[in-house]
């Protein structure tokens, strides 16, 4: 399984993009979960900081590939791809 984090804040006019695009890819995957988190939230601060993430929104992949702003399906799915065959 492949878990997806997104970064996001209420102010961000990207956010909501970056969000519709994570729904439809997850939509088509069965391996995959997706989680959101507020930067507003201590949670989300502590996962921005651990990152050294700075603007929003930002993707972080099994907690290994980061992106920032809004990712292309093609992106998310090589990025998958790569997540899946690295042996934790």
Known sequence: MVV???LTS???PYCPR???V???FAQERDDV???ELSVTTEEGLKEA???GISGVPAIIINDR???LGVPRIEELRRL???AKGVIA
């Open 4 to 6: 997806i984090k997104l």
């Open 65 to 67: 590939y980061v992106l």
């Open 10 to 12: 209420p102010t961000c």
């Open 49 to 51: 900081m651990k990152y």
């Open 33 to 35: 979960i997706v989680v």
């Open 80 to 82: 998958v791809e790569e």
């Open 22 to 24: 994570l729904r439809k």
């Open 18 to 20: 970056a969000r519709e």
